[in-house]
């Protein structure tokens, strides 16, 4: 059986409904056991509820209706408890809360249990003593307080962590997974739009670049690759964009017609031609060219584009060859 991998989201639905419903297992025993027949028709609708949400998460691999529904589910269980079984049940207040920010986004989750939490009070509150009310509002704050900081903050890390996936560290350019989900986008558009105006790559090669990292030494090259990045950057419009392909090779994607995309091609050869790096070094590049042929696939794109830039290499370097059709 072929593994499917599991996003984030998937997996935290998929255990926190296996969770509830194993969890809450033994306490359906125990009620159908004492004849409890209300509170065993709560615990019965929720694993029932959870372990159809786990299903139809492991089948279809959507998560946001059974985000939903687990967090009602989690509202609803908490306060049915409370206004079946009394004061007593007030525990479980406390990890439906938490399962409100592990489900959802942090500012939902917080109006979601700020409500759960309002209406819990209002069961309790001629049950309790208003000693015991104050405890409970204030441990329920507490356990609120602390879920919403670490939600937000593990929220904000794996923004982080998905920017620094998709960009390069030396130059800040779109790293190669970046370029190969941009190439496989473009393409899928090209072909259902065949009219649509063709796309281009260029493939941009720094010439003798290993000399630099020889003679200079590694620091020197890793400078003049940002700085080189940061140049043809400079030099793009908002339908172009720059990876790094490796090494020193950069690729542009830009949603132009073939005749502005020889334009930047020049324009990008030129101006790194002119340009002063540190240490008095003068860098060329040999630039490769390829426009969307219909139905090749971005594999095939790719190398035409490396076929022409290795002809601009034997031609004599410092030169923009345009692909073969």
Same mark, same amino acid.
């Given at each position: 059986?072929?593994?499917?991998?599991?996003?984030?989201?998937?997996?935290?639905?998929?255990?926190?409904?296996?969770?509830?419903?194993?969890?809450?297992?033994?306490?359906?025993?125990?009620?159908?056991? %004492?004849?409890?027949?209300?509170?065993?028709?709560? %615990?019965?609708?929720?694993?029932?509820?959870?372990?159809?949400?786990?299903?139809?998460?492991?089948?279809?691999?959507? @998560?946001?209706?059974?985000?939903?529904?687990?967090?009602?589910?989690?509202?609803?269980?908490?306060?049915?408890?409370?206004?079946?079984?009394?004061?007593?049940?007030?525990?479980?207040?406390?990890?439906?809360?938490?399962?409100?920010? +592990?489900? $959802?986004?942090? %500012?939902?989750?917080?109006?979601?249990?700020?409500?759960?939490?309002?209406?819990?009070?209002?069961?309790? +509150?001629?049950?309790?003593? $208003?000693?015991?009310?104050?405890?409970?509002?204030?441990?329920?704050?507490?356990?609120?307080?602390?879920?919403?900081?670490?939600?937000?903050?593990?929220?904000?890390?794996?923004?982080?962590?998905?920017?620094?996936?998709?960009?390069?560290?030396?130059?800040?350019?779109?790293?190669?997974?970046?370029?190969?989900?941009?190439?496989?986008?473009?393409?899928? $558009?090209?072909?259902? /739009?065949?009219?649509? /105006?063709?796309?281009?790559?260029?493939?941009?090669?720094?010439?003798?670049?290993?000399?630099?990292? @020889?003679?200079?030494?590694?620091?020197?090259?890793?400078?003049?690759?940002?700085?080189?990045?940061?140049?043809?950057?400079?030099?793009?419009?908002?339908?172009?964009?720059?990876?790094?392909?490796?090494?020193?090779? +950069?690729?542009?994607?830009? %949603?132009?017609?073939?005749?502005? @995309?020889?334009?930047?091609?020049?324009?990008?050869?030129?101006?790194?031609?002119?340009?002063?790096?540190?240490?008095?070094?003068?860098?060329?590049?040999?630039?490769?060219?390829?426009?969307?042929?219909?139905?090749? @696939?971005?594999?095939?794109?790719?190398?035409?584009?490396?076929?022409?830039?290795?002809?601009?290499?034997?031609?004599? /370097?410092?030169?923009?060859?345009?692909?073969?059709?």
């Amino acid at each position: 059986m072929k593994y499917q991998k599991r996003s984030s989201e998937e997996q935290i639905v998929m255990s926190i409904s296996a969770a509830g419903a194993l969890c809450i297992l033994p306490f359906l025993i125990i009620r159908i056991y %004492n004849q409890d027949w209300h509170i065993a028709l709560l %615990n019965f609708s929720t694993i029932a509820i959870t372990s159809g949400l786990f299903a139809y998460v492991y089948l279809t691999k959507r @998560t946001l209706l059974a985000r939903w529904l687990l967090s009602i589910t989690c509202m609803f269980i908490a306060s049915g408890t409370i206004w079946l079984k009394g004061p007593d049940q007030i525990v479980w207040t406390y990890p439906a809360i938490i399962c409100l920010f +592990f489900i $959802l986004p942090p %500012n939902i989750a917080a109006l979601l249990s700020a409500f759960t939490v309002t209406l819990i009070g209002c069961l309790l +509150f001629s049950d309790i003593s $208003l000693l015991d009310n104050v405890r409970f509002y204030f441990s329920s704050l507490i356990t609120f307080i602390f879920s919403y900081a670490f939600a937000d903050r593990m929220l904000y890390q794996q923004a982080q962590l998905m920017i620094l996936s998709y960009k390069d560290p030396l130059t800040g350019v779109g790293n190669r997974r970046a370029m190969e989900e941009q190439l496989i986008s473009t393409v899928q $558009l090209q072909r259902q /739009r065949p009219s649509h /105006r063709k796309a281009s790559l260029l493939l941009i090669d720094l010439d003798e670049f290993k000399k630099i990292n @020889t003679q200079q030494g590694h620091a020197c090259g890793d400078n003049i690759l940002a700085q080189t990045a940061a140049l043809i950057e400079h030099l793009l419009s908002s339908d172009q964009h720059l990876f790094r392909f490796g090494g020193e090779e +950069f690729v542009v994607l830009a %949603n132009n017609d073939l005749e502005q @995309t020889i334009n930047l091609a020049e324009n990008i050869r030129e101006t790194i031609n002119d340009f002063q790096f540190e240490k008095g070094i003068h860098l060329t590049v040999s630039i490769g060219l390829a426009e969307y042929q219909f139905d090749e @696939t971005s594999f095939e794109w790719l190398g035409r584009a490396d076929t022409a830039m290795h002809q601009a290499k034997a031609a004599g /370097r410092d030169l923009c060859c345009l692909a073969a059709s």
